[in-house]
């Protein structure tokens, strides 16, 4: 059974195109994120979610819109597509607040051609 | 502004030896560490974690070290084995703040050599 499970996990797409990205989890984690790792391997935090409340905005592009339907899923959706968003995204959850260890889905490469 | 550094971008040891990846933060605030280890086209998996209030953690053949005053961590690997061969991530917290999020350095990709 995979903890942290995103879809799809390959998505090569046109610029201008939108798009969706989904996350999973079912370890019943109050706390989900997305993070972006560019080109240059840095793995950067975009947005948090705990309990379907947004609570980490990181300056991210009006283009990018999490949704959270429930605790157990985030996803990230991303309208206007450009060159610069190809990179692969990771979601992660973590279980509360007395630690940060958090636990990272298998990513989501993403290429816009 | 990268508050968390790993200087070394790859490090090769051999079988059986000792590895040992470095990072350095700038932010005092950051009172959480944590060490990942990725394989390739796999999420970050966790290692070992350190709070501030500690200089040492032990986890089988992995350890971590921190030494607040020098704003450095380490993690030594003993003896290093081949399924080691990875990118380890240092990552950080200010989590005594509420801050709720991580902070990562870009990576050490490790290669252990038979």
């Known amino acids: 059974d995979t903890a942290v499970s995103q879809t799809p996990k390959y998505l090569v797409t046109q610029m201008g195109n939108d798009k969706s990205i989904k996350c999973e989890q079912n370890l019943g984690h109050d706390t989900m994120y997305w993070y972006k790792q560019d080109s240059k391997k840095f793995l950067k935090i975009m947005f948090s979610?705990?309990?379907?409340?947004?609570?980490i905005n990181e300056t991210v592009p009006n283009r990018f819109s999490p949704k959270s339907p429930d605790k157990a899923h985030l996803n990230l959706h991303i309208n206007s597509l450009e060159l610069g968003d190809s990179a692969v995204y990771f979601c992660?959850?973590?279980?509360?607040?007395?630690?940060?260890?958090?636990?990272f889905g298998p990513g989501t490469r993403l290429t816009v051609l | 502004d990268q508050q968390v550094k790993q200087n070394s971008p790859s490090l090769s040891v051999q079988e059986g030896r000792i590895s040992i990846l470095n990072c350095d933060y700038t932010n005092s605030m950051f009172d959480y560490f944590l060490w990942y280890k990725k394989y390739p086209a796999e999420g970050p998996t966790f290692l070992i974690s350190i709070s501030s209030i500690k200089d040492k953690n032990e986890d089988g053949r992995f350890t971590v070290f921190l030494n607040k005053s020098a704003k450095h961590l380490s993690l030594h690997i003993v003896p290093s084995q081949p399924g080691d061969s990875a990118v380890y991530f240092c990552?950080?917290?200010?989590?005594?703040?509420?801050?709720?999020?991580?902070?990562f350095g870009q990576g050490t990709r490790l290669t252990i050599n038979p």
């Open positions: 979610y705990n309990n379907k409340e947004l609570i």
């Open positions: 992660a959850t973590r279980p509360g607040y007395t630690t940060d260890t958090q636990y």
């Open positions: 990552a950080a917290s200010a989590l005594g703040q509420g801050a709720q999020k991580l902070v």
